[in-house]
């Protein structure tokens, strides 16, 4: 294995280290100088190699992670359909990450909710009052859309079926990337309203296959 930079200037040094103290040591030899100078700095070198490479190895398992987090959200048929791959990025990187347990909510209904909700793992169900099956929905669909669209308080209770992950886009944030982004609106704005008039379909025609 080739010497690092850093070990062969250290080494060098030492070199000098180790006359001056066989110079002032009585018996002609001063171990603790030789081993400081010569040894601690290779073991200073591997745990800095050592570090990086641990430091690089999560950096990719967590690149990974997000490119199968954003192949979900990208390739349903029931989600932001109209959103690019670049638009996915800009989404992926603002986007906070949440987590609930079998059994909590993610939407209170009669509460507002500031931003919507995007599923990457897990299932949860929609308590529709009016309804007495409760809709469910799953990896790559959004949820809070209506509370978002009309700046009102949520119609519905969302409630996890199971341990959920999923992207939380506050509406500060989502503004600021459409400021930045106009056609990223656009295409999520109507991404919207096709999952609207869809859901709309099955409320009208609950046996239609698509």
């Known amino acids: 294995m080739a010497e690092c930079e850093l070990h062969r200037k250290s080494r060098a040094a030492g070199k000098a280290k180790v006359l001056q103290c066989v110079a002032e040591s009585q018996d002609g030899f001063h171990p603790p100088c030789f081993l400081l ?26 690149h990974k992670a997000i490119e199968q987090e954003v192949s979900v959200l990208s390739s349903s048929k029931q989600g932001l359909v109209y959103l690019t791959p670049n638009d996915w990025t800009l989404v992926a990187d603002k986007a906070s990450r949440v987590n609930f347990r079998k059994g909590e909510t993610l939407l209170h209904k009669g509460k507002r909710s500031d931003g919507v909700y995007l599923l990457v793992k897990g299932t949860a169900r929609v308590q529709i009052p009016s309804q007495t099956a409760s809709p469910e929905i799953g990896p790559g669909e959004i949820c809070g859309e209506m509370s978002f669209l009309e700046d009102a308080p949520a119609s519905a209770n969302v409630i996890a079926q199971q341990g959920l992950e999923a992207y939380y886009l506050d509406r500060p944030t989502l503004e600021r990337l459409f400021e930045l982004f106009p056609h990223l609106a656009s295409r999520f704005y109507r991404s919207l309203a096709t999952n609207l008039s869809r859901r709309l379909r099955e409320l009208i025609q609950p046996n239609l296959t698509h």
């Open 37 to 62: 100078v010569l040894i601690l700095p290779c073991c200073f070198c591997r745990i800095i190699h050592r570090r990086e490479s641990r430091e690089l190895g999560f950096t990719r398992t967590m």
